[in-house]
């Protein structure tokens, strides 16, 4: 669990998301059973090998405008009215 909070890795990143939203105890699990699951697939296929997703996975995977839009219509739905304007 230690090296969960401090390392730089997928599974590092991952709980530290996780625990935020969650709290850490169910982020432990949810990451225990990630890493279940990898070991799971590298048992049940030999040729397979991990390879580290990196710790900076999710925000090269972050779509920018789905996440704006989102945003304006949650605050529409909360009764917003909402301008986009670029920072220069």
């Given amino acids: 669990v230690n090296g969960l909070r401090r ?4 599974l ?6 996780l ?10 699990v949810a990451v225990s059973r990630t890493l279940l699951t990898i070991i799971w697939h590298l048992l ?14 999710y925000d090269r995977h972050i779509d920018t405008t789905r ?3 989102r945003h304006v219509r949650d605050l529409q739905a909360l009764g917003y009215r909402v ?3 670029p920072v220069a």
């Fill in 19 to 28: 625990a935020r939203r969650i709290g850490k105890l169910r982020a432990i």
């Fill in 7 to 10: 390392g730089n890795s997928f």
């Fill in 12 to 17: 590092a990143h991952r709980y530290r998301r």
């Fill in 83 to 85: 301008t986009l304007e």
């Fill in 44 to 57: 049940t296929d030999p040729t397979q090998s991990y390879t580290d997703l990196g710790a900076d996975y």
């Fill in 67 to 69: 996440r704006t839009q």
